[in-house]
């Protein structure tokens, strides 16, 4: 097969630019660090978007929508809050051809709006907890986009609640974390995260407590897929956010708040495409069996019509690719770009000997197999694959995670993969020195890899790696 | 039953705004204009989103996202379209701390940036159609806002398609228009639209024909559900989406676009509400059946919960109210505002008497059905409420539509409801007379009820009303 892409040994950033313009995922828009999410890769989106929103919503938490613009002086409420984001706001000044009396910023997250309907509406301890989610579009000036990593607007759901008390928002906060994040991130997108707690250096801005996972990508870097956050009190306070107690005083509500993004687009790509194109687990994938005709021939139409129907009776989502008209080569190179998880191949030649072939694009092995058995090999094949791909994601993450003593060594184990390296070795002046050297902290972990509640439990593990 | 609302015949416009703050369906937003939609409107929305995402899958459209930000310049392309939008427009002129070099508009549309990649996308006939679809927000700056007919910022969906030929544009805007659109509205929403062409005068901005679903609200008046629209090649023009023909020349493609937005969720209010509050048709409510604990009391518990297994493994979307801590009046009101279609009520007398009560929204009955048969009746009253909301409404509007012979008469019949009247007794100039008065054209009809190619047709009839 001719070379389509960069190698990844070659040029890792370059692949993957290549890739989504080859794979037909993404391009770039015309305000710099926007981006249009072609069909191809917003067919993706969306599986995540249903499969992240059924946990969300088994975890109790309600959709809703809160306005894109959002007063320019909500942001100045939480004091950490405002200088976080400040640098990244996009500015509306003029609204139906008049200059506004105060401008309004684009969301570039919204606790802020949130936290002051969530005060309106909370008056008793009756009325917690409030699980609230959305499902939308934040603005965040990118100095150097990268797209779906960092650009400059974005899709993403964003989950704001408020509970009575700071154990019943953590114990919310890791709820989501793990049964939803978590979860779809290592069984659904296959990439096994490690999951842990942001250093106070990296914390999202106002928030007391932020936990991450992390995901390495097939260069050894890091990505932080998506983040839960504990806020205290703070956002409480600066909106007023408070209930009547079952003992009748007033109490401000704990929050928290959680987010990912069409982020995991860009670690889905880096985690298991390889030099012939993207892969994508079967559970994720939009099309997870592609019907081929090879050529057209004596019946084949027909035996390509009847395999597309048995195998969508079997469950498995379908698409028939019967444009002879243009090569079989330039059609196959496209599927393996695209990652379809499993090809079916169907030519007169292979139908005369009753036999279609599976292609698989995990390991690409290629079989021929008795038409009346490709429905079956077709299931075998994606829940084979959906635990391939994943077990391929952890032995590399593996073979780049190395343990070591002192922060010195984990800045050199960072080159090429993550470091592990005692927290006490590292603490904040080290972290600040890793930082100028272009590694960060990813994450803290427990020595039994648990998650911790804080930075100052003893014997933590840090995990340290160049990071997207 | 304690009036909670202000009745419809006293102040329409007040019960409207009653209804939505007491469902809990939306709050004003921060920035006028906008508004917040609170979980229980939501999820009617994402139940509108479902079953127009499929119908427009079915019609072969892909969904993508394009940016939020569109460059000024853009907009300036196409000329009736720049002054169309020039007047409701956003404009951002800081990003990331600086002065923008041009300012970005905040999207009111897509055709213009979706026009720019459709230009990219297509080289030859091979590529066309090309038919697109994405569900976004987007800005129109509203002087006289109101919630989900008019806000500032809206959810929609947009659909934007490319064909090699008039004809082909014409069939998929109707397409759209009729399998999309008019079905969803007829058969999910209960309201039956009128579906006609829009006068050059109400046409899209840069169209050259603008097909409309009108409904009859609950006053009379008419509401615009959605449009689909020909642009012909004016876009096409203007972005340069050309391909190359079979016969080797280079062509310019015809292009449409077409639109339904939150406006539906006002539309559904009004055109089904009644004094007590909102009135879901059953295929769309995101809760069919609100079971309710009367009292607690020996086995209610169990009984519910039995129930709701029950209704939910026949296929109904159940909610279980269980807070016998709130008193029961006023949480059958709250269940009558927010217009659950069937309420199973259950409490330790009925029970002893092997019953439940079964209250139907639509007409308001009421009767005690033995629990072993309550799945049964549920299951009947959900099927014959979707047509008899349908019906009320198809009723109302035919006892509001009157047919008259000249615009005098029209624009009188407009106060109360609908006129029907020959287009040849109005014309471009009644047209802008009934306007002064506060009337205008919704549409043009041909004779038989079907919907014209222009409004040169001879024997068409117009519809005048009163609209929001």
Same mark, same amino acid.
């Given at each position: 097969m001719a070379r389509v892409l960069t190698p990844r040994a070659e040029d890792f950033p370059r692949w993957y630019q290549d890739l989504i313009a080859k794979a037909k995922l993404a391009d770039n828009g015309p305000v710099r660090g926007t981006m249009v999410i072609r069909p191809a890769g917003?067919?993706?989106?969306?599986?995540?978007?249903?499969?992240?929103?059924?946990?969300?919503?088994?975890?109790?938490?309600?959709?809703?929508?809160?306005?894109?613009f959002i007063p320019e002086s909500y942001l100045k409420r939480?004091?950490?809050?405002?200088?976080?984001?400040s640098p990244e706001l996009a500015v509306v000044t003029h609204g139906g051809?008049?200059?506004?009396a105060e401008p309004v910023v684009v969301?570039?997250?919204?606790?802020?709006?949130i936290g002051e309907f969530m005060a309106k509406w909370i008056d008793s301890y009756r009325d917690l907890p409030l699980l609230l989610n959305q499902w939308a579009n934040v603005v965040r000036w990118e100095l150097r986009p990268r797209i779906f990593l960092r650009t400059s607007e974005f899709l993403w759901q964003e989950g704001h609640t408020a509970h009575a008390t700071r154990e019943d928002a953590r114990a919310y906060a890791r709820r989501i974390l793990h049964e939803a994040y978590e979860d779809l991130m290592v069984n659904v997108l296959g990439i096994p995260v490690v999951v842990g707690l942001k250093t106070a250096r990296e914390r999202f801005a106002g928030a007391t407590a932020t936990?991450?996972?992390?995901?390495?990508?097939?260069?050894?870097?890091?990505?932080?897929?998506?983040?839960?956050h504990e806020l205290g009190q703070n956002f409480a306070k600066a909106f007023d956010i408070s209930y009547s107690s079952a003992e009748g005083g007033r109490e401000h509500a704990w929050t928290t708040s959680w987010g990912t993004s069409t982020r995991m687009l860009g670690g889905l790509i880096m985690a298991h495409g390889d030099d012939n194109g993207l892969r994508v687990p079967p559970k994720l994938a939009p099309v997870q069996a592609y019907v081929m005709i090879v050529k057209d021939g004596e019946g084949v139409g027909e035996a390509a019509t009847k395999l597309c129907d048995a195998l969508r009776d079997a469950g498995v989502r379908v698409a028939l690719d019967d444009r002879t008209d243009t090569a079989f080569g330039r059609r196959a190179v496209d599927a393996e770009l695209r990652g379809y998880p499993?090809?079916?191949?169907l030519g007169?030649?292979?139908? @005369?000997?009753? #036999?279609?072939?599976? /292609?698989?694009?995990?390991?690409?092995?290629? *079989?021929?197999?008795? =038409?009346?058995d490709v429905v079956g090999a077709v299931l075998a094949a994606l829940e084979a694959d959906q635990q391939a791909l994943h077990d391929q994601a952890l032995a590399f993450r593996q073979s780049r995670t190395v343990e070591v003593g002192t922060l010195a060594e984990a800045i050199e184990a960072a080159a090429t993969g993550w470091a592990k390296v005692p927290w006490s070795e590292v603490g904040?002046?080290?972290? @600040?020195?890793? #930082?100028?050297?272009? /590694?960060?902290?990813?994450?803290?972990?427990? *020595?039994?890899?648990? =998650?911790?509640?804080?930075?100052?439990?003893p014997d933590l593990v840090a995990i340290l790696a160049r990071a997207y």
């Open positions: 917003y067919a993706i989106w969306e599986r995540m978007q249903a499969e992240m929103d059924a946990r969300i919503k088994a975890a109790g938490a309600e959709n809703a929508y809160f306005p894109l939480e004091a950490e809050h405002v200088e976080g984001f051809g008049k200059q506004l969301r570039p997250t919204s606790e802020t709006v936990y991450t996972c992390e995901g390495m990508m097939g260069d050894g870097k890091a990505l932080q897929l998506g983040t839960s499993v090809r079916v191949e007169p030649r292979d139908l @005369a000997a009753g #036999n279609a072939v599976v /292609v698989r694009r995990t390991d690409g092995s290629k *079989a021929p197999v008795p =038409v009346a904040v002046q080290g972290e @600040a020195e890793a #930082n100028g050297q272009g /590694v960060t902290v990813r994450c803290l972990l427990r *020595a039994d890899g648990s =998650v911790p509640d804080s930075e100052d439990e």
